[in-house]
């Protein structure tokens, strides 16, 4: 019986650990540099990257058009990078997008911050 809740505490901690490697990435107040669009390759993957660069998504930060939010926050991103609109961005480091070997992060939110 030991043996059963020492393994259990074992499983317990790797889980944990691989939850809390998700964590997400912060930008500074930035601006967009760059924003491209494909019409086949993910069902419509959106890409962007930041004038100031983030450790972790130094290429920049991604989404699908399957993700929930996908219009508003295209919206928002097309909006910013247009009006030169400082942002701040937050993504999941560890979830890649798989168009590319660099270290593109998986967008979570992104807000507008004023000039």
Same mark, same amino acid.
């Given at each position: 019986m030991k043996s059963f809740f020492k393994l259990l505490s074992c499983l317990f901690i790797l889980f944990s #650990? &691989? #939850?809390?490697?998700?964590?997400?990435?912060t930008s500074p107040y930035t601006q967009i540099e760059s924003v491209d669009a494909f019409t086949? &390759? +993910?069902? +419509?993957?959106?890409?962007f990257d930041l004038v100031a660069k983030v450790n972790g998504c130094e290429r920049g930060y991604w989404m699908n058009k399957n993700h929930p939010g996908y219009n508003t926050t295209m919206s928002m991103i097309i909006a910013a990078y247009q009006a030169k609109t400082r942002v701040l961005v937050r993504g999941?480091?560890? *979830? *890649?997008?798989? +168009?590319?070997?660099?270290? &593109?992060?998986?967008l979570y939110s992104i807000r507008y911050v004023p000039n």
């Open positions: #650990a &691989f #939850a809390l490697s998700d964590e997400l990435t086949d &390759f +993910g069902d +419509g993957d959106i890409i999941y480091s560890q *979830r *890649r997008w798989t +168009g590319s070997a660099g270290p &593109f992060c998986q």
